[in-house]
């Protein structure tokens, strides 16, 4: 598990502004750490790192987060089929559940569930988030009401095992630059270079991480869901 996703947030927040929070260093031994980035008038984006333990393995993931408001109640789950089990996606074939959404490519090695099909169709016909989802492949898209029951849902994007697993081991987000700032200590000659190239790598990441999130909240917030 890789130690410096903190500092990378940290470095992000200085070239995209916003606020960062997190541990003080001395407690920085796992992620933990937090970034909020005004989005106009908008609600902001919420993005943070976690650590979460499956038995021995403990593992980094990222997510990040954002709230609409919607006239009806609408649930929404796209996520890659490695983080279903294969019992569950062949009930789901059985029952009839319905995955043309219109683009395959852009649901390829997807599974989608949702309490309206009607709604999704419309949502998954918005060209920015087909585009955000064919490039984010190991990302999931979650929808869902928030526990205010006023008409606030929760709109979050995120990856487990951002530091790659034994069965997926290449991480999109671990560049050769990444993995140097895990090994390289400060003192060591060629340390900024090293350093320069990993915020560029990681900005590359999130700034298409976060335009999923954006594109997401803006494709489920053009469409009215309070009609069945």
Not at 172 to 188: E, F, K, M
Request: aromatic share 10%.
């Amino acid at each position: 598990m890789f130690e410096n996703w903190d500092i990378l947030l940290a470095r992000y927040q200085k070239q995209r502004g916003g606020w960062f929070f997190c541990q003080d260093t001395g407690a920085w031994s796992r992620s933990d750490s937090q970034l909020v980035l005004a989005a106009g008038e908008k609600t902001p984006l919420l993005v943070f790192f976690h650590v979460d333990v499956s038995g021995r393995t403990v593992y980094t993931s990222l997510a990040a987060r954002t709230t609409v408001h919607l006239d009806g109640e609408y649930k929404l789950f796209i996520r890659p089929k490695n983080l279903v089990g294969s019992g569950f996606q062949a009930v789901m074939h059985f029952a009839g559940e319905n995955r043309s959404y219109g683009d395959p490519q852009a649901l390829k090695g997807r599974m989608v569930t949702t309490s309206r099909r009607d709604v999704t169709k419309l949502v998954l016909g918005d060209l920015a988030l087909r585009n955000a989802l064919t490039q984010r492949t190991t990302e999931y898209l979650r929808v869902g009401p928030t526990p205010l029951e006023d008409g606030s849902h929760t709109i979050e994007v995120g990856v487990t095992g951002l530091d790659g697993t034994l069965t997926a081991p290449n991480s999109h987000w671990v560049t050769p630059a990444i993995q140097l700032v895990d090994t390289t200590s400060s003192s060591d000659s060629g340390w900024e270079a090293v350093l320069a190239q990993a915020d560029r790598d990681f900005a590359a990441q999130m700034d298409g991480f976060l335009d999923f999130l954006r594109a997401a909240r803006d494709a489920v917030t053009r469409w009215p869901v309070s009609q069945p």
